[in-house]
C-alpha cells in the first residue's frame, strides 16, 4: 500500500481546507483510513478514522464538528475536509491505512502541511 497525501497550505483562522489522500496497491476498498497529525514539538495525534465502507467515522474532540472524513473507493481516495480552522490545527498531517482489522495504522502517507495564521 502506498499512499500519497496532498492538500496542504496556508490558510487564515476560520478557514477551510480539504486535503486528499490517494492510494494504490492492495484493494483500498477493504481496509480503514485514519488522518493523524503531528504539530511543531507534540507527539503525532489521532485525528479521524474511516471504516471501509466510510460507513462508520470516529474523530478526536478536538475536531469533532469542524472536520469531516469521507473516501471515494472508486478513486481510492479519502479526504479530509478541515472547516473552522484554528491556529492549533496548524500541524503536518498524514493519512493511514489499517490494512488489517484490528492491526493498526500500519501504512503512512508521507505528510502535508496546514498552517492557520491568527
Known amino acids: 500500500v502506498q499512499l500519497q497525501a496532498s492538500g496542504g497550505g496556508l490558510v487564515q483562522a476560520g478557514g477551510s481546507l480539504r486535503l486528499s489522500c490517494a492510494a494504490s496497491?492492495?484493494?483500498?476498498?477493504?481496509?480503514?483510513m485514519g488522518w493523524f497529525r503531528q504539530a511543531p514539538g507534540k507527539e503525532r495525534e489521532f485525528v479521524a478514522r474511516?471504516?471501509?465502507?466510510?460507513?462508520?467515522?470516529y474523530y478526536a474532540d478536538s475536531v469533532k464538528g469542524r472536520f469531516t472524513i469521507s473516501r471515494d473507493n472508486a478513486k481510492k481516495t479519502v479526504y479530509l475536509q478541515m472547516s473552522s480552522l484554528k491556529p492549533e490545527d496548524t500541524a503536518v498531517y498524514f493519512c493511514?491505512?489499517?490494512?488489517?482489522?484490528?492491526?493498526?495504522?500500519?501504512?503512512w502517507g508521507q505528510g502535508t502541511l496546514v498552517t492557520v495564521s491568527s
Open positions: 493511514a491505512a489499517e490494512v488489517v482489522v484490528g492491526g493498526g495504522f500500519n501504512y
Open positions: 496497491g492492495r484493494t483500498f476498498s477493504t481496509y480503514a
Open positions: 474511516s471504516s471501509w465502507s466510510g460507513g462508520s467515522t
